[in-house]
T-cell receptor
Framework: AQKITQTQPGMFVQEKEAVTLDCTYD???????LFWYKQPSSGEMIFLIY??????QNATEGRYSLNFQKARKSANLVISASQLGDSAMYFC??????????????FGKGTSLLVTP | DTGVSQDPRHKITKRGQNVTFRCDPI?????LYWYRQTLGQGPEFLTY????????KSRLLSDRFSAERPKGSFSTLEIQRTEQGDSAMYLC???????????FGSGTRLTVV
């Protein structure tokens, strides 16, 4: 069964507007971490933001924020003030187990974001 | 430190040939991961090392695939008798103790013709 579900294969947003990319996850482990990565056409995976399962507040990193709704098992990425350079694939990922477990990340299938002028 | 390095960036090989990829993690990171990413999909976990020990292997890692990390520093991923289905991006990532982050390399794009 899919542990990470990203239901939006593609999204469009106009420059300077905000956009929300959806992610739901499935785990029975009380300790886990949620990640968002950006992958431009060049291929590298760029870390954007992290949310630990015990973190009380939603994570924010500059224009990126993570809308963490634990009961709904969702971890949506919000990008504010979109820029043309934000056009890329975005992946949601989860590490099950505590931080030092070393467990590998499980990734969703990704959402392709296109920012238009 | 320049991050995680992968070599080569691109590899084109004929079906049936063997290929080897290299990953140099961030020097202080003791954990190293290999992933495979096919077109339109998210990365899929292949295998994981802590220092030189290979602690976990995915069922995706068939017997044609082998990975090593002999001195707990760089790692190699070898694919024997390549098949067209092996065409993919192979990503390496590393992480360190006490850190939640995983740093990825730029990947090796393999094309089997």
């Amino acid at each position: 069964a899919q542990k990470i579900t990203q239901t939006q294969p593609g999204m469009f947003v106009q420059e300077k507007e905000a956009v929300t990319l959806d992610c739901t996850y499935d785990t029975s482990d009380p300790s886990y971490g949620l990640f968002w990565y950006k992958q431009p056409s060049s291929g590298e995976m760029i870390f954007l933001i992290y949310q630990g399962s015990y973190d009380q507040q939603n994570a924010t990193e500059g224009r990126y924020s993570l809308n963490f709704q634990k009961a709904r098992k969702s971890a949506n990425l919000v990008i504010s003030a979109s820029q043309l350079g934000d056009s890329a694939m975005y992946f949601c990922a989860m590490r099950e187990g505590p931080t030092n477990s070393g467990y590998a990340l499980n990734f969703g299938k990704g959402t392709s974001l296109l920012v238009t002028p | 430190d320049t991050g995680v390095s992968q070599d080569p960036r691109h590899k084109i090989t004929k079906r049936g040939q063997n290929v080897t990829f290299r990953c140099d993690p961030i020097s202080e990171h003791n954990r190293l991961y290999w992933y495979r990413q096919t077109l339109g999909q998210g990365p899929e976990f292949l295998t994981y090392f802590q220092n030189e020990a290979q602690l976990e292997k995915s069922r995706l890692l068939s017997d044609r695939f082998s990975a090593e990390r002999p001195k707990g520093s760089f790692s190699t991923l070898e694919i024997q008798r390549t098949e067209q289905g092996d065409s993919a991006m192979y990503l390496c990532a590393s992480s360190g103790l006490g850190s939640y982050g995983y740093t990825f390399g730029s990947g090796t794009r393999l094309t089997v013709v």
